[in-house]
């Protein structure tokens, strides 16, 4: 079972998510720090990309649950797995709207 997590906040400097453009990094990027929008976009998508990832988690210890004869455990981390789905369409939507 996966039971540690390496993640770190995305305004972190140790975080290697894109921002702006490819190898970017977020606390010295002066075109970042000139367009706020850009900034807040790149934050946006990188957010989508992060809860995509914890979403297929989840489902994988969704499955582990329901191996074990845990069936209404299972229900309910899917039902997580489809908020996170739910909430990431929303995302991609809004930053659909403003690029």
């Not at 994988?60 to 990431?88: H, I, P, R, T, W």
């Amino acid at each position: 079972m996966h039971d540690h997590h390496d993640h770190v906040h995305p305004h972190t400097h140790d975080h290697d998510h894109e921002h702006c453009h490819s190898g970017c990094d977020h606390h010295h990027c002066e075109h970042c720090s000139q367009d706020p929008k850009a900034e807040l976009i790149a934050l946006m998508n990188y957010m989508v990309k992060h809860n995509t990832a914890h979403a297929a988690e989840l489902e994988g210890l969704a499955k582990q649950l329901k191996e074990l004869g845990e069936g209404a455990a299972y229900e309910q981390v899917m039902l997580a797995v489809s908020d996170f789905e739910k909430g990431n369409l929303r995302l991609s939507t809004v930053l659909a709207a403003i690029k």
